[in-house]
């Protein structure tokens, strides 16, 4: 028996080693790789906030327990993962000699007792991820699968290992029970003990068990070191510093989208050379090394996937495969660019130039060659890593983002690569160049005169307010109407909708007319960074000069448009522009609270609400709105998608100007969602989503699917239809809207 454990001891030092040093070379590359990223200084801290914000992540399990199931038998297999590590340790003097064991911690009870629910909970967690794999298999739902392109024998094979290493250890411990070499209490290890009370006494089977263990562990260690891109397997490590390095340390990669960078800084187009500065990405090594670090971290659980609103109606892109696509094309071209390779933006080689570039090429593997010639984006004729359809499908709602249990930046990149497609390639759908060229010349998407951004007023029983050159002192808020509020004929409604609440409350605001302009919102999102800044420089000179006197708490703005709020609250800060944004269902829900607006007369239809996602995942921004279809009287039905995983309506991501040639219109299933909850109306919180969800309901009221009945509104014209109904009928302010008990609405301002 000595004999054979010592051979079996040295079988498992060897393997040991050869794992090691395996692992050791393959994490060097894979800092090497991820090194040739641009550089992105904004990632270094504050080190207590990233750090707590990790660890909150990790062992909170705050994302994987969105998926209460999936994230339970997760967890016990992540910390079966660090916490039976030590029993592996062990191992190694049990495999030489079966009665080793840690002086006093291998008879401590507490620890013993830790050890067996790792065990047991382990296997099970493993089978249960297992079994959820092969029920949700693509063989069986197809592309609702959210496996769906994923390496399923990546998976299986870490599954594997993981209910092995379980029961390696619940072998060993019961074979220890059996041979009375297991000194713990049996209150620490009831398996263990009912396991070893039926199997044979066996010191050589402790030592098998052992050896079994740590042969499992070295066998895993040396597949992942052999596939650099296994994520399923190196998410264990990688998603430590994934998620303490995410862009915002407080919350996820929404909201503003990430500034155009050069050489780790924001880009200045006065002094911008496209030969020297990085627009955008157009090749894999052009993402920063965040990016970089993203790509190696997908775990390729599919949870983007199953969210996205262009793969649930047959779009092509799925962010997941995105990803696993930049990973895979980054770590195959990585040998060419760490030995100095590089081409322009011509495609002429740059980088390996000189006496010695045939002796170092020579030294790049084929492969590396190969796909260096490969474009960014590109269709099937090209060989392209990432197909333009691809690209554009992206709506940016940031499903993606919100769902990734690991912080992949989804949305950013994409944003980058269009970047590069519109400003350098000049490369997009043909349709942004009719925006675009509106946004140039008349400072709005539709094309329309800004002479005309007060005509919304003109049906108006009272006199709207407008900046005149001086901000008085009881000007609570400056009303930011929009493109869409000013121009588009549904949102009008909304606009005149939140104007006469206004009025009603007796809140003071101003509205700029014709010195409004784009926000720029539909720009940025389509990738042309240099029209955004354009537009935006000058919204927020115009800002400025408007609240020039104002202290910071007292700059206040309201908008009804959820693109404008997201841009003026969260990306004019980079330029310059800090103001206090609020959403108008917010500032609306106030005055409800506030009894400044008192609904006074029910609405009595079923009403379901449809989150905008830019006011819902990119901003949270989830209560007020349902607050207020509750206090118009409404009776409110939820869909089945809502809130975090709210479907979009096809707008964001400048769809709104975009058509959709390719499986369902997103505005269309959102719809069929929405008459499924048997409501009389839609209500939303945003003009984009109202058009869109108007053409849709159109569409099925044309198809006779819809009744002719079911309206889309916003959520300030189902509150103004309960406090104007109360009204005196002039419709001339608070103090003729009451309660039920005949209390009068507060019409006092609150500037």
Sequence with gaps: MVALQLVLGLICLA???????MVVRTVRRMVQSIRLGQPDPNRKGPFGTRFSNMLKEVLGHTRMLKWSHVGVAHWFVMLGFGGLSLSVLVAYGEVFHAP??????????????????LGVTTILGGIWLSAIRQLNHPRRAGRVSRFAGSNFWQAYFVEAVVVLEGVGIMGLRSFKVSSDLFHAPVWSAPVSFALGSVLPASAFAVSLFAAFKILSAM?????????????????????????YFKRDPERTALGALKPMMSNGAPIDFEEADPDTDTFGAGQVEDFSWKGWLDFTTCTECGRCQSQCPAWNTAKP??????????RDHAYTKAPYLLEGGKKDMTGEEVGLTGDDAEERKGRIDALALAESEKPLVGGPEEAGIIDPEVLWACTS??????QCPVDIEHVDHIVDMRRYQVMIESNFPTELGGMFKNLENKGNPWGQNNKDRLAWTQDLDFEVPVFDGELEEDVEYLFWVGCAGAFEDRAKKTTQAVA??????????????????CTGDPARRAGNEFLFQTLAEQNVETLNSVFENREPGKRKIVATCAHCFNSLANEYGQLGGNYEVVHHTQLLNRLVREKRLVPVAPVTEDVTYHDPCYIGRHNKVYEPPRDLVNASGASFREMPRHADRAMCCGAGGARMWMEERTGKRINLDRVDEALGTASSKVATGCPFCKVMLTDGMTTRQNEQVAS?????VDVAQLLLQSVRRGTDGDGSGGDGAQDSDGVAASAESSG
Excluded: Q
């Design 708 to 712: 002719e009945n079911v309206e889309v």
């Design 15 to 21: 393997v040991t080693a050869v794992a090691v040093v």
């Design 100 to 117: 080793f064991e840690i002086p006093w911690l291998g008879s401590f009870g507490p620890w013993n007792l830790i050890v067996e629910i």
């Design 500 to 517: 006469e609440l206004l009025h009603i409350a007796g809140v003071k605001y101003t509205v700029l007319g014709p010195d409004e302009g």
């Design 397 to 402: 709602c940031g499903a993606c983002v919100e």
């Design 317 to 326: 892109l799925s962010p997941k495969m995105l990803i696993t696509s930049l």
């Design 219 to 243: 066998i895993w260690v040396i597949v992942i070191a052999s596939n650099i891109t296994m994520g399923v397997a190196w998410h264990r490590f990688t998603a430590f510093f994934n998620i």
